[in-house]
């Protein structure tokens, strides 16, 4: 370190200009990951709040689109329940709505269908539970920022259902970038089939309208044979974090954003190659005086690698910092934002190794360097 | 004679180089930049060597301070054999026996004078042998060669001449048995050359260090105690007073 410290402070203009380039990468990191962190909380928030562990689809449905696409008979339901290993299994409506409240806010709302006497019925901390009243509706806390309060009625566009908010849940449940509605199974059903209420009085609904849900919610034990279940009930079954890339976009958000940050580690790790391998080549003259004065090969690659090092710990701290702070930023606007520490920790630390690592390949060319090269008569 | 003799025997010469030869490059086209050279440089002696351009001058040097191995002859450094040892031996052999002075001092640009002063002592530190030896405090060094009142300077901020002192000062800094000095006069002026000269024989005699200096100055002959022309890779005795008094 004595040697990489005098030059990190010597050539600070230079160390400063990779240094900043290096801190912009940071907070781009950071933006990306809590962008990439809200939009899976936007996306399915409301999913991984829910204590199954696996919905059990129609047989053979698309798996990116299988909460708005399939169809399961509610016998799938006992046939689940039967199995071993299987501690509960409860019937699941999944469904996209529009509704309006009677304040006047306009909003959009993944109706989730459960028995309020399941596993899957939602626990308000604000309000009542859903009871066995059909209009009662459990929301998301992120609903009540938006306008909708305890009391409010909600008339679902087209059909004209009304429904009276019960209970608000805690905290950000949110499926496919708008907020979670939890109704009672058979409301969830009149309203998929686009049954009005006037028709619900008549009586004349297809008796199929009761039949038909979007999934099985199970809860299973690790052992359990799921496999088996599923041809027994005729269903497919997706672990939970499997049943995320079936909500709206979740798939081909979460890649992309990916693969850009794929794109800026290796950008990330170039950079700081390339700066250290000129800064290396530079220096060689130097780097052949030091071999020539018998400097043992491992101090001069340890003194390089602290150097980058140094320079890449503050730099990553300090666009970490602005990341973090501009994060905090976005994060009070409606944008999808949040910042993980886990996550943030993670393109940090990565951001650091692909940086020696891009920084060890140009150590590798003071290994190399003859020290013959440092007498002045030769070349 | 074994090559591992223990490093402080008397009457072991500084550097001792016995029928060396070096070809250099390969298939037809080879040189023989050292022809069959034989070189004993007792310790407090400086021997200069003169020679045309492309007679082998540095190769002298690369050969007596580890960095090229010989084709063949035996090449030792206070005793230790240079021509065995594999390269890590011959870089510690570097660290620990032998300083260089280069042509334009060739200092490090970011360190001060009496940092540069400390590097070659924390290399020298991982060696075991070389905690016996005191360290040599950076500030009388440099005062020894009249640079104490710079030493907070940098390179840049220093004369050709200035530099060159330093570049003595750090070659001394690890009590060396062997000094290799390349041109140091190439780029001073006369006065400045007769200084640094002066200085370098100062230093040898003061520290009893073995010294080859190799200079195209004949101006500054007078000052060492032996001078030995290099003509096409053969070395041979010149006498000490003719060359540089005419
Ligand atoms: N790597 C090499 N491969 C082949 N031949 C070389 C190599 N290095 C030097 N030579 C040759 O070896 C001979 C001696 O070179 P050396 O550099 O020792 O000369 P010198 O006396 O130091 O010359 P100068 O006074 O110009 O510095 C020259 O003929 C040179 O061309
Ligand atoms: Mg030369």
Redesign the pocket.
Known sequence: MFLALRELSFARARFALMGAVVALIAILMVLLSGLSVGLVNDGVSGLKKVPATSFAFADGVAHDAAFSRSVVDVDAVEAWREVDGVRDAAPYGNLLVNARSDAGVDIDLALFGVESDSFMAPEPTEGEPLGDAPTGVVVSETATDEGIEIGDTLTLAQVGTELTVVGVLEGQHTFGHVDVAYVPLRTWQEVKVGASPDDVAAGDLPERTYREVTAVAVRAADSADLAAADRAAGTESLALEESFGASPGYTAETSTLLLIQVFLYAIGALVVGAFFTVWTIQRSHELAVLRAMGAPTGYLLRDSLAQSLVLLVLATGVGVGIGVGAGALIGSTPMPFALDTGAITLAAVLLVVLGLAGSAVAALRVARIDPLTALG??R | MSSSAPETTTGEAGLLLEGVTLQ??DGDDT?R?LDDVSLRVEPGELVAVV?P???????LLAVAGGLTVPTSGTVRVGGHDLVEANRRTRARLRRELIGFVFQSGNLLPALTAADQLRLPTRFARRSSSASERPERDPHALLAEVGMDHKADRRPHQLSGGERQRIGIARALATHPRLLLVDEPTAALDRQRSQEVVALLVRETHEHKVATVMVTHDHDVLHHCDRVCE?VDGRLTPASPATPGRA
């Open positions: 008569g030769h | 250099l490059g040189v930049a020679g351009s492309g007679s082998g001058k540095s190769s290099m």
